[in-house]
């Protein structure tokens, strides 16, 4: 069975428009009220069925890959809004904006642990950078820094002597 792409002869990566005009084209050419009445006619019918139908689940694709391409840019943009806060020492501030952010990837984990960190909260702090640590394991960033949280943590610890009675 051809992919939805396939029956209106656009790529996967066409635009709304290309997939519109492509419809268009294909409408022109196929609606049943071209054919005399009939077994083409039918087929055209059935025919028209298949392309409206593929014309809707593109057009739905289209609306989806914008919907993540303008998501991915717009957290990108509070990411980079909340680091900026973090630098200015305003922590409730990037708490906010990383808080409005949709996708808890490794950068947004890092940003939040950092900012837990600097408000004193180790115990989440380390658990956040922990997490970005884990997501990408080779950015040194996100370990170094997962290390200084764990250090931090380890020297606030209570240390218990030994007590000879």
């Known amino acids: 069975m051809a992919s939805d792409y ?6 996967p990566c066409a ?18 009220d071209r054919f005399m009445e009939g077994p083409e006619r039918e087929w055209a019918g059935a ?10 689940a593109c057009i739905k694709g289209c609306r989806a890959a914008r919907a ?11 990411l980079e809004q909340a680091r900026r806060l973090i630098d ?11 808080m409005e952010v949709s996708t808890r990837r490794a ?8 900012m837990l960190l600097h408000r004193q909260e180790y115990e989440k702090a380390l658990v956040y950078l922990s997490v970005a640590a884990h997501q990408q394991p080779e ?7 997962e290390n200084v ?8 610890r209570p240390r218990f002597g030994r007590f000879s009675w």
Do not use: C
Request: glycine letters at 6%.
């Open 68 to 78: 993540t391409r303008t998501t991915r840019a717009e957290d990108d943009e509070r």
């Open 88 to 98: 200015d020492g305003q922590f409730s501030n990037a708490r906010a904006v990383l």
């Open 149 to 156: 949280a764990r250090g931090i943590q380890e020297s606030r």
């Open 15 to 32: 635009s709304r428009e290309e997939v519109r005009a492509a419809y268009r084209a294909l409408a022109r050419r196929w609606h049943p």
């Open 47 to 56: 025919r028209m069925a298949e392309i409206t139908r593929a014309y809707r």
């Open 107 to 114: 950068e947004w984990n890092y940003l939040f642990g950092l």
């Open 6 to 11: 396939e029956i209106l002869g656009v790529s």
């Open 139 to 145: 950015n040194e960033k996100y370990t170094r820094m």
